[in-house]
C-alpha cells in the first residue's frame, strides 16, 4: 500500500495563492490515480480535483476550476495542487487520497479512494 503526506498549507489572503504538495511512499506512485479532496468545518468533505496515473487527464470541481491546478511528477513521487486567486470560501482541510489504477474515469466519491493523507489545513483571509 501507499503512504500520503501533505504539505504546504497555510494562512493566505483573498488573491493569494498557495501550492499544497502529497509525497507519496511504499510503491510506484506511477500506478495509482490521485486526487485532492477538502473539508471546511461543520461540512462534509467534498471533492477537488483528481488527476489519472500519469497526469495526461484532470478533473476539477467547478467551484475550483481554472483557479487550481493538480499535476503529479512520478519520478519524485509526488502530487500537487495549485491553488490561484484563492476565497475565504476555499478555507479548508485539504486532502490528498489515490487508487492503484491505470483508469483515467471520472472519480469524485471520497468512497473511491483507498488511502489517504492526514491532511493540511488552508486558510483565507478576506
Known amino acids: 500500500q501507499v503512504q500520503l503526506v501533505e504539505s504546504g498549507g497555510g494562512l493566505v489572503q483573498a488573491g493569494g495563492s498557495l501550492r499544497l504538495s502529497c509525497a507519496a511512499s511504499?510503491?510506484?506512485?506511477?500506478?495509482?490515480?490521485g486526487g485532492w479532496f477538502r473539508q471546511a468545518p461543520g461540512k462534509e468533505r467534498e471533492f477537488v480535483a483528481a488527476i489519472n496515473w500519469s497526469g495526461g487527464t484532470t478533473y476539477y470541481a467547478n467551484s475550483v476550476k481554472g483557479r487550481f491546478t493538480i499535476s503529479r511528477d512520478n519520478a519524485k513521487n509526488t502530487m500537487y495542487l495549485q491553488m490561484n486567486s484563492l476565497k475565504p470560501e476555499d478555507t479548508a482541510v485539504y486532502y490528498c487520497?489515490?487508487?492503484?489504477?491505470?483508469?483515467?474515469?471520472?472519480?469524485?466519491?471520497?468512497?473511491?479512494?483507498?488511502?489517504w493523507g492526514q491532511g493540511t489545513q488552508v486558510t483565507v483571509s478576506s
Open positions: 487520497a489515490a487508487i492503484q489504477t491505470t483508469s483515467s474515469r471520472y472519480r469524485a466519491n471520497r468512497s473511491e479512494y483507498d488511502f
Open positions: 511504499g510503491r510506484t506512485f506511477s500506478s495509482y490515480a
